[in-house]
Structures are given as C-alpha cells and as structure tokens.
C-alpha cells in the first residue's frame, strides 16, 4: 500500500534542513529523504573543513612575515601536514554531529536511500512509493570530474576526498582556478606542497573586474606556479600524473580538480513532472518562491544552480519550506549578491559584479592598498577594491576586491547596497583610525568626486590627506 504524506524533502544538506526547520512548525507529517551519508556538504565535504585547512595553511605561512616584525626563529618551524589534516578531521565531526541534531529525532520519517520522482506527487525511494502533497528537491551537488580522469584512481582528488587523506604529497596540481580552485592551491602550497595551478579562464576565483583579477593573480603567483589560458589534460605516469596545459606540463603525485559542480538532478526522475528542461535537464524555477511552474514542486539549493552558495541554500529551504506549507505560494525579494574567496589577500564580490555593469551609466574608483597605513603595519599591504555606483543616483551598486579583510569590508558594503546608500550617504558615516576601511573610504571619495555635490551640511566631501599615518 502507498502511504500520503504532506511533505517529502529530498537531500539532507543546509537547504534540506532549512526546509524541514520550516515544514516541522506547521506539520509532523513529512518524510526526508537522503542519500549516502548524513551530514551536509558544507560540513562534511565543503566550507568547513576548507577553512579548518586554510587556517591552519595560514598559520604556518604567516612565520614568514616574522623576521620583520623583529620575531626571530621562524625558519626553524616546521608543518606536520598529518597533524593538520588530523584536527580537519577532528573538528569537522563535531560540525558534522551538530547538523544531525536536526535529524536524529525523526525516526521513520528520516529516510536513507536514493529518491526518484514518479510525478508530481509520487516519490520512490528503496523500492517503496511515497505519496506527497508537496515535494522539496534539496539534493545539492557533486564536483565534476571528467570521465577519463577518473581512471586515475587516488591520484585525482576532489574536494569529497582531499580531507579524508592521511598526508598531502609533496607535489600536487590544482586544475580549475575558481573560488574553490584557489582557495585550496594557496592552502596546500603554504602547508609546504609543491603546486602548479590551471585555469582555463583568464579570470580567476570568479572575480570578473580585470583590475582586480591582475592584483589577485600577482599576489597568488608569488606563492605558487599559475598557468591560465588552456584546458589541462592528464596522463599516468609510473609515481603519478602528468598535467599538460598548452605549453606547460608538469609532473606530480597527485591532482586536485576543481572544474566545478554539477547539480544533482540526473536521474532524478524531473522528466515525469510534464515539464520543459533545458539542455543540462534543469526545469525553470522562480527564484523568489522556488516552484517548479505551478506543480506542487520546489527545487532548492545547489540542486537548482542559481547561486551555489551556504546561505543562498538556506535561504531557498527556508522559502520552500515556507511555500509547501501555506495555501498560497509567496515571493520572497532575495539579498544583495556576496561572495567571498578565503585566500589571502581576500578576494570578494558585492552586488552587481563589474561583467553586469552597464558602463554608460555607472562611475567606478579604485583604493590600493599598498600605502595604507594600518595595512602597512600588519605586513597586509597588498590589495585593491574597486566601487562601482550610480553615476545619476549616486547608489552604490556593487565591488569588488582582493584585499586585506575582504570578509569584512564585503559585509559593509553588502548592507550598504542593500539599504540602497549613496555614496554620499557610507560617506557620512563614521571611520575610526587606524582601520583598513579607512581604504575603503578613500575609493568612495573618488566616487564622491565625480558625483554631483549634495545639499545640506555634511562631511562627505572631504578629501583624503595623502598621508599614510593619518588614514
Ligand atoms: C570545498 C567547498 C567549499 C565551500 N565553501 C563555501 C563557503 O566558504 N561559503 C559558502 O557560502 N559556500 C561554500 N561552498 C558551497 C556550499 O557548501 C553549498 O552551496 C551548500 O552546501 C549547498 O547545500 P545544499 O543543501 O544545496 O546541498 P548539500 O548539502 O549537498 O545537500 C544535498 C544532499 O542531497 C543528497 N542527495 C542527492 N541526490 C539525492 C537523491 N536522489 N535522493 C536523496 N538524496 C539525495 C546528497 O547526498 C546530499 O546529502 C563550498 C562548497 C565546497 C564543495
Ligand atoms: N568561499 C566560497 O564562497 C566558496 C568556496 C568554494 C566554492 N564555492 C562555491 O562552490 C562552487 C564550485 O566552485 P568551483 O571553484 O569548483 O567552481 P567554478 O565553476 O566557480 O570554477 C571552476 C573553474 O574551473 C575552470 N575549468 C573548467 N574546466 C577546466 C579545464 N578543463 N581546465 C582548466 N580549468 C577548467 C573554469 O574556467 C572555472 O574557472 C562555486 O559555484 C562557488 O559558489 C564557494
């Protein structure tokens, strides 16, 4: 016999669970369904244990900004990559534990196995059909790995395997330089690891402002071998692999690909719903209530690749949890547009990225950092941000950056462009001294310049002293 119930979720990652955190206020009766293990990519495989790595690569690697502090010794300190990958794993599990909790309490109604659709209410999962009043396709996705290059075995990792290994060898290449791509490059190189990183791109960590793009290629190529322009192609070879790439090849132990993600749809039965998929089988979703055209159906998460990012994920779930349980479907407005690349110097987009700008209409200004005074006396004198605005209304729209405390100066910016601010307005605002975003204020003082001034008293246009103790 088949059983109704009001709700399936399938996946169990941070848009599952958002979505059952919503579905549990307004119903019990609602099954989740999840394949392989429990845990959530971005515990498990994902952010997490990338910044339990990157925070310890960073570590290591700022001894080498010692000497000039007047800190002597430092070359006698020494990385056990073992150790490292040890409290990865240590301090992972307990992220891991903690998204269980969301979980372990459902019994029955928490299912493991691979779920299939029927229909647009019927859900198959372990030989056994599901009924649903409403379904959530939460099911995330997985690195792409090119066929071929999987034969290679051990020799080719992804991020679902780099954390699981005892050791890193002592010669690895990253292939695909985006966020992902060189995040860990710069995290293996400064834990001691010989890299030699390849994109196909020009453009690396998803930055799409060629500005910024050359500071953060200059800043990362002085710490590991960058080639750019070709698709990299793999061979066996008697220890390893070699990675050729136009004109360069390299031989090494092992191979990080991180070409990207695919989302897990295939397979997923998305042709029985009745509707067009496009040529990567994806059905069209509104992006401010997640439904599948008017079917009781919403497509969540990485799974729906709008914006493959944590809390966009959560957002989606929380959306769709909220939608399967109410009479009628509602559109949430989405947030401002924010990503961040954890290297160092940090790389960061806010708002519109420099590739959608319509340059007719907007003015643009840059801050190096190379002089700031506060960057200076951290050894984080590296850096550029470039603000783009409004060239009629004055409003911030967007930046982007590979600069110190990128994490940082983003968020600000991000819920100034979500406020809609002008320019005149951040400019208002107070900056204490010594600070990095006293930088920050310097790029928006070049916006000021070209905007018409404002009426009234304000502070805003005062300019820089061009003096680096002062600001
Ligand atoms: C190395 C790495 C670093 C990252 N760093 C960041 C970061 O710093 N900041 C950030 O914002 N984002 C980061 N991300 C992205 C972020 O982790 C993802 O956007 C997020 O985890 C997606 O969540 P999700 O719920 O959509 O998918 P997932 O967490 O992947 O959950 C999907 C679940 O569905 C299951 N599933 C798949 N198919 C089926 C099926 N047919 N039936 C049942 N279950 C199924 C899967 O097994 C999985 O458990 C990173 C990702 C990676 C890989
Ligand atoms: N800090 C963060 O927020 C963070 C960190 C990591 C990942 N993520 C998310 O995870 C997703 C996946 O990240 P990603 O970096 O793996 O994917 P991505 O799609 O952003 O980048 C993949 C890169 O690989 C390159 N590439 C593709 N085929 C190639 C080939 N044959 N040879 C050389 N280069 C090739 C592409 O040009 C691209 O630059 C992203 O969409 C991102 O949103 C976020």
Redesign the pocket.
């Known amino acids: 016999m088949t059983e109704t119930v009001d709700v399936v979720i399938i996946g169990a990652g941070s848009a599952g669970l958002a979505a059952l955190s919503e579905v549990k206020k307004r119903t019990q009766n609602v099954i989740i369904i999840n394949d392989g293990a429990w845990g959530t990519t971005c515990a498990r495989v ?2 997490m244990p ?1 910044k339990l790595l990157i925070e310890a690569a960073n570590a290591f690697h700022h001894r080498g900004t010692f000497e000039e502090f007047g800190i002597q010794g430092a070359d006698q300190l020494t990385v056990d990559r073992s150790a490292v990958l040890r409290r990865v794993r240590r301090l992972r599990d307990d992220f891991v534990a903690s998204t269980l909790k969301a979980t372990d309490r459902l019994g029955e109604r928490a299912i493991t196995g691979r779920a299939r659709l029927l229909g647009p209410n019927r859900v198959q999962v372990n030989g056994r059909e599901i009924v649903a009043r409403q379904i959530i396709i939460a099911t995330g ?1 997985r ?2 790995v ?1 066929a071929p290059w999987r034969a290679l075995g051990a020799r080719v990792q992804t ?1 679902d395997t780099l954390f699981e290994q005892t050791t890193l060898p002592d010669r690895m290449a990253v ?10 490059a710069q995290a293996i190189s400064r834990l001691g690891v010989n890299v030699a990183a ?4 020009p ?4 930055l799409t402002d060629p500005d910024v793009n050359t500071v953060a290629l200059k800043s990362l190529s002085r710490e590991f071998a960058i080639h750019l322009g ?4 793999l061979t066996a070879t008697a220890n390893g692999v070699r990675v050729s ?1 136009g004109a360069h090849t390299v031989d090494v132990d092992q191979v990080l690909v ?4 695919r989302p897990n749809i295939d397979d997923l039965g998305l042709e029985t719903l009745g509707v067009a998929l496009n040529d990567k089988g994806m059905p069209k979703i509104d992006r401010t209530t997640l439904q599948i055209a008017d079917l009781p159906i919403f497509l969540a998460g ?1 799974a729906n690749a709008e ?4 809390h966009e994920a959560a957002d989606d779930g929380h959306i769709a949890g909220i939608n399967v349980t109410q009479p009628t479907v509602t559109c949430y407005a989405r947030r401002t547009s924010l ?4 290297a160092e110097p940090g790389m960061a987009m806010v708002g519109s990225s420099f590739s959608a700008l319509d340059t007719t209409s907007c003015i643009t200004s840059a801050v190096d950092f190379s002089h700031q005074g506060r960057a200076l006396a951290g050894q984080r004198n590296t850096g550029l941000i470039r603000l783009y605005a409004s060239a009629q209304s004055g409003r911030l729209l967007g930046a982007e950056m590979c600069a110190p405390a990128a994490e940082h100066m983003a968020h600000l910016l991000a819920l100034a462009i979500d406020q809609a601010l002008t320019v005149h307005d951040m400019l208002r605002m107070p900056f204490y001294h010594p600070v990095l975003e006293e930088g920050l204020r310097n790029a928006l003082r070049g916006l000021a310049k070209q905007l018409p001034t404002t009426a009234g008293f304000d502070l805003a246009h005062c300019e820089s002293l061009h003096i680096e103790a002062l600001e």
């Open positions: 994902g952010c990338s996705s690195p792409a090119p991020t292939v695909g330089l985006g966020p992902l791509g060189v995040e860990l390849f994109g196909r791109n453009l690396v960590a998803g070709a698709d990299a192609e790439a991180a070409l990207g993600r990485d914006r493959p990012l944590l990503a961040i690349v954890f």
